[in-house]
C-alpha cells in the first residue's frame, strides 16, 4: 500500500478482555514502532522493531502489553486483561532505518476503548 | 525526560498571521523532526533538520535550530484555517540512555486558526 495501515481503527472493549491491534508498515521500511497516545497527550513510546534485531520493549508499560512483527513486516499489539487507562489511541510508525536519521510515517490509529 | 517540550501548549490566531512554536530538548541529537496531527490521528511528518543546520525552510515552513540552547522552532508564514492542528517535535537522543532508533516526542502546541 502507499501508507501505512492500521486496523480496526476503532475498538471497544469490556474491561478484562483482550484486544489485538493490528500494523501493516510501508513496504520495505525496516523499523516499526508502536506508540499510544492518551486524550490531549503527547506520544508515549511502546515498542520499536528494527529488522531482524530483537525489539526494544522498553517502553511496554506492564507485561500485559505485546508485541510481535512475523515476517519483518505485519506487526501486532496484543493488550491481555484490558483497563480502562489502556484507553487510547494506538499509532504505528514504520521507516526505512533507525529513527533520527530517517522519518517515521505513521498510520492512522487504533482509537481504543475499554468501558 | 529526554522528551521536547513545545511552548505555548496553546496557540490561537487569524488568518494570515504567522504562528511561531518552540521546542526545547534535554539530550544532545543527531536530528530534530517536526510532526502534524489533526484530529488527534496519524501524524503527517513537516521538516527535518540536522544538528548541523541552523535553518530550514520548506514552503511556508521554516524551522531553526540552536543546539547551544537545545531549542528549536517552528514559524508557519500566511497561516490558514487548514493549518489548525497539532504540532509536535521529536528528538533522537544521542546521550547514554538514549535509546538508537527512538524518536522522543514532546505534548504538542495546539495550533487554532481563525478564518
Known amino acids: 500500500g502507499a501508507g501505512v495501515s492500521q486496523s480496526p481503527s476503532n475498538k471497544v472493549t469490556e474491561k478484562g478482555k483482550d484486544v489485538e491491534l493490528r500494523c501493516d508498515p510501508i513496504s520495505g521500511h525496516t523499523a516499526l514502532y508502536w506508540y499510544r497516545q492518551s486524550l490531549g497527550q503527547g506520544l508515549e513510546f511502546l515498542i520499536y522493531?528494527?529488522?531482524?534485531?530483537?525489539?526494544?520493549k522498553s517502553g511496554l508499560p506492564s507485561d500485559r502489553f505485546s508485541a510481535e512483527r512475523t515476517g519483518g513486516s505485519v506487526s501486532t499489539l496484543t493488550i491481555q486483561r484490558t483497563q480502562q487507562e489502556d484507553s487510547a489511541v494506538y499509532l504505528c510508525?514504520?521507516?526505512?532505518?533507525?529513527?533520527?536519521?530517517?522519518?517515521?510515517?505513521f498510520g492512522p490509529g487504533t482509537r481504543l476503548t475499554v468501558l | 525526560s529526554q522528551q521536547g517540550e513545545e511552548d505555548p501548549q496553546a496557540l490561537s490566531i487569524q488568518e494570515g498571521e504567522n504562528a511561531t512554536m518552540n521546542c526545547s530538548y534535554k539530550t544532545s541529537i543527531n536530528n530534530l523532526q517536526w510532526y502534524r496531527q489533526n484530529s488527534g490521528r496519524g501524524l503527517v511528518h513537516l521538516i527535518l533538520i540536522r544538528s548541523n543546520e541552523r535553518e530550514k525552510h520548506s514552503g511556508r515552513l521554516r524551522v531553526t535550530l540552536d543546539t547551544s540552547k537545545k531549542s528549536s522552532s517552528l514559524l508557519i508564514t500566511a497561516s490558514r484555517a487548514a493549518d489548525t492542528a497539532s504540532y509536535f517535535c521529536?528528538?533522537?537522543?544521542?546521550?547514554?540512555?538514549?535509546?538508537?532508533?527512538?524518536?522522543?516526542f514532546g505534548r504538542g502546541t495546539q495550533l487554532t486558526v481563525w478564518p
Open positions: 510508525a514504520s521507516s526505512l532505518e533507525v529513527a533520527g536519521t530517517s522519518t517515521q510515517f
Open positions: 522493531f528494527q529488522g531482524n534485531s530483537a525489539p526494544d
Open positions: 521529536a528528538t533522537d537522543g544521542t546521550d547514554r540512555g538514549s535509546t538508537l532508533g527512538r524518536l522522543y
